[in-house]
T-cell receptor
Framework: AQSVTQPDIHITVSEGASLELRCNYS??????LFWYVQSPGQGLQLLLK??????LVQGIKGFEAEFKRSQSSFNLRKPSVHWSDAAEYFC??????????FGQGTTLQVKP | GAGVSQSPSNKVTEKGKDVELRCDPI?????LYWYRQSLGQGLEFLIY????????KSGLPSDRFSAERTGGSVSTLTIQRTQQEDSAVYLC??????????????FGQGTRLTVV
């Protein structure tokens, strides 16, 4: 079955600290992988995407993610978190049709 | 328009009434998707259009839900005889089409539906 697991429902980090959000997927074919961010009352904004090639992808707002096929993972990282990064983060997988299967989301809280 | 537009942004309806939610995709995008976001269920896929056809409607929760797309552009999601469990944010997205980079989806702001 196709699925995405985000093991951490809620994460709190101090401003300036590093961040890693975990994502594991199960997908039968070649996966296309995405991270989206959603601020309260807002729509989904694409942070970064992986289709093929270099397994380390750079996104907006200083985020990066690494695709590890052997671990079926696509973890999101940021070296130094800003208070404005507080939001909900969704990992998603799709195939050629673009139909997205989302994880349950991780809520990020940033302490001053 | 520049982005995906959804209307209304908020809708409050009485249980048992029918509602229509509208999505205007980005011009030139042939693929259109509907998702539902609710507290208990997270983000769920509902239906996908390629042009005016819906090759995948596997996520529609019941036969009270239907969607159509006309002219390869605007799409309407209709919920008949609304129930309280239909309360959610309904998100629409569009993409250029099928195949790798064409599938990057751009989302609208959503319609918040409240059934009272």
């Amino acid at each position: 079955a196709q699925s995405v697991t985000q093991p951490d429902i809620h994460i709190t980090v101090s401003e300036g600290a590093s961040l890693e959000l975990r994502c594991n997927y199960s997908y039968g074919a070649t996966p296309y992988l995405f991270w989206y961010v959603q601020s309260p009352g807002q729509g989904l904004q694409l942070l970064l995407k992986y289709f093929s090639g270099d397994t380390l992808v750079q996104g907006i707002k200083g985020f990066e993610a690494e695709f590890k096929r052997s671990q079926s993972s696509f973890n999101l990282r940021k070296p130094s978190v800003h208070w404005s990064d507080a939001a909900e983060y969704f990992c998603a997988v799709s195939g050629n049709t673009g139909k997205l299967i989302f994880g349950q989301g991780t809520t990020l809280q940033v302490k001053p | 328009g520049a982005g995906v537009s959804q209307s209304p942004s908020n809708k409050v309806t009485e249980k048992g009434k029918d509602v229509e939610l509208r999505c205007d995709p980005i011009s030139g995008h042939t693929a259109l998707y509907w998702y539902r976001q609710s507290l208990g269920q997270g983000l769920e896929f509902l239906i996908y259009f390629q042009g005016n056809s819906a090759p995948d409607k596997s996520g529609l929760p019941s036969d009270r839900f239907s969607a159509e797309r006309t002219g390869g552009s605007v799409s309407t999601l209709t919920i008949q005889r609304t129930q309280q469990e239909d309360s959610a944010v309904y998100l629409c997205a569009s993409s250029l089409g099928v195949g790798r980079a064409n599938t990057e989806a751009f989302f609208g702001q959503g319609t918040r539906l409240t059934v009272v």
